[in-house]
């Protein structure tokens, strides 16, 4: 089975400060068309998920340049440049190689 | 712009089943496929199944074979999936997510789940 790991899982972050998250798949998620099949999603607070990054390091539409993606194989990286006040929420990395598997989360709040 | 619109609150007891509604708007739901996500209080998002709007082929995490259907309405552009025996461990927001599809390059096509129904939440108590 695969198995996601993230880290932290909880991170305070100083406005105008950069962040990052790490992500850990047990096996390898790059596929040999050579995509990397991890994406990241935010929930923020009382709102359903909204895709962040997909393929690893692909913004979605509408995601804003300070947030970006990258990693391949099992370790991955979502930075954001500049932390504002509506980046709080928690932050999940998906596998979408094999059976969906979702990590466990990165809670980002403000400090 | 696509929205999925999910059904109300359920309360369950114990060894019942619910079937939850999932409707497009603004989008008929005659390809793609939806997927499932529940999220227990307090908890990270665990992935249930996908369904094929396309046929209805459907594919389930094994944690919930057996005791998960997820069936299709095209022409109503809904949704649903009915979870059988209910424990209180089901208790817990259930999220449709309609996948969104992208054309990358040397014509490689992936999905994200986007956008997400607002969430339906399912308390199962005696």
């Known amino acids: 089975d695969f198995v996601v790991t993230q880290s932290p899982l909880y991170l305070s972050v100083t406005p105008g400060e950069p962040a990052s998250i790490s992500c850990r798949s047990s096996q390898s998620l790059l596929h040999s068309n050579g995509y990397n099949y991890l994406d990241w999603y935010l929930q923020k607070p009382g709102q359903s998920p909204q895709i962040l990054i997909f393929?690893?390091?692909n913004r979605a539409s509408g995601v804003p340049d300070r947030f970006s993606g990258s990693g391949s194989g099992t370790d991955f990286t979502l930075k954001i440049s500049r932390v504002e006040a509506e980046d709080v929420g928690i932050y999940y990395c998906?596998?979408?190689?094999?059976?969906?598997?979702f990590g466990p989360g990165t809670k980002v709040d403000i400090k | 712009q696509v929205q999925l619109v999910q059904s109300a609150a359920e309360v369950k007891k114990p060894g019942a089943s619910v079937k939850l509604s999932c409707k497009a708007a603004?989008?008929?739901?005659?390809?793609?496929?939806i997927h499932w996500v529940r999220q227990a209080p307090g908890q990270g998002l665990e992935w249930m199944g996908i369904i094929n709007l396309s046929g209805g082929a459907t594919n389930f995490a094994q944690k919930f074979q057996g005791r998960v259907t997820m069936t299709s309405d095209t022409s109503a552009s809904t949704v649903y999936m009915e979870l059988n025996s209910l424990k209180s461990e089901d208790t817990a927001f259930y999220y449709c997510?309609?996948?969104?599809?992208?054309?990358?390059?040397?014509?490689?096509?992936?999905?994200?789940?986007?956008?997400w129904g607002q969430g339906t939440l399912v308390t199962v108590s005696s």
């Open positions: 998906l596998q979408t190689l094999h059976t969906l598997t």
């Open positions: 393929l690893g390091s």
């Open positions: 603004g989008y008929t739901l005659d390809t793609s496929y």
């Open positions: 997510a309609l996948t969104r599809r992208h054309i990358m390059d040397r014509g490689v096509i992936v999905e994200t789940l986007d956008p």
